[in-house]
T-cell receptor, first 116, second 114 residues
Framework: AQKVTQAQTEISVVEKEDVTLDCVYE???????LFWYKQPPSGELVFLIR??????QNEISGRYSWNFQKSTSSFNFTITASQVVDSAVYFC?????????????FGGGTRVLVKP | EPEVTQTPSHQVTQMGQEVILRCVPI?????FYWYRQILGQKVEFLVS????????KSEIFDDQFSVERPDGSNFTLKIRSTKLEDSAMYFC????????????FGAGTRLSVL
């Protein structure tokens, strides 16, 4: 069975501070994918990034960066110089690799509140 | 940019009534999903659909639920006899099958069962 744990339920920061969201996963699969989705107050789920289990390179996209460490089963997400528009719930998710179409298993989400 | 479209955005129904939630996945996508999110909780998988049949379903997806792709563009979720605990946000998602399982979600339908 797969499991994703986001231990931080809510993080509050002041604008321009950095914020790191933790994600720890469990899986018996040797091939898998990890994802981050953003859920702004409007409610939709917005895809941010996918990482496969063979690729442990860190990734940076603008103010967003991701740190994947297979040794600790973690896939953490950092927002640098946070902005009010970053206020949202962020979900980490996991799926089996291999064949397309596998379901996503989500963590409980971390609510980020960025204050001006 | 192509997107997944869900209607209605909010559905209110009486307990015991049937509801149909509608989704138009991204054109040319091959895999379709329904997830639900009870208020304040995590997003939970309900069912996946490929090649006109269910490929996987969760234990939540019992006999009260069914899915259909009636016309090659719509993808529907039917709840036959709604219960209070079915109140949730229901998300539809689609996946091209080419992008290593990236699922794109619609804006959701909020179902309120009274």
């Amino acid at each position: 069975a797969q499991k994703v744990t986001q231990a931080q339920t809510e993080i509050s920061v002041v604008e321009k501070e950095d914020v790191t969201l933790d994600c720890v996963y469990e899986t018996r699969d040797t091939t898998y994918y990890l994802f981050w989705y953003k859920q702004p107050p409007s409610g939709e789920l917005v895809f941010l990034i996918r990482r496969n289990s063979f690729d442990e390179q860190n990734e940076i996209s603008g103010r967003y960066s991701w740190n994947f460490q297979k040794s600790t089963s973690s896939f953490n997400f950092t927002i640098t110089a946070s902005q009010v528009v970053d206020s949202a719930v962020y979900f980490c998710a996991l799926s089996r690799g291999g064949a397309a179409g596998n379901k996503l298993t989500f963590g409980g989400g971390t609510r980020v509140l960025v204050k001006p | 940019e192509p997107e997944v479209t869900q209607t209605p955005s909010h559905q209110v129904t009486q307990m015991g009534q049937e509801v149909i939630l509608r989704c138009v996945p991204i054109s040319n996508h091959l895999y379709f999903y329904w997830y639900r999110q009870i208020l304040g909780q995590k997003v939970e998988f309900l069912v996946s659909f490929y090649n006109n049949e269910i490929s996987e379903k969760s234990e939540i997806f019992d006999d009260q639920f069914s899915v259909e792709r009636p016309d090659g563009s719509n993808f529907t979720l039917k709840i036959r006899s709604t219960k209070l605990e079915d109140s949730a946000m229901y998300f539809c998602a689609s996946n091209s099958g080419l992008s290593k399982n990236i699922q794109y979600f619609g804006a959701g339908t909020r179902l309120s069962v009274l």
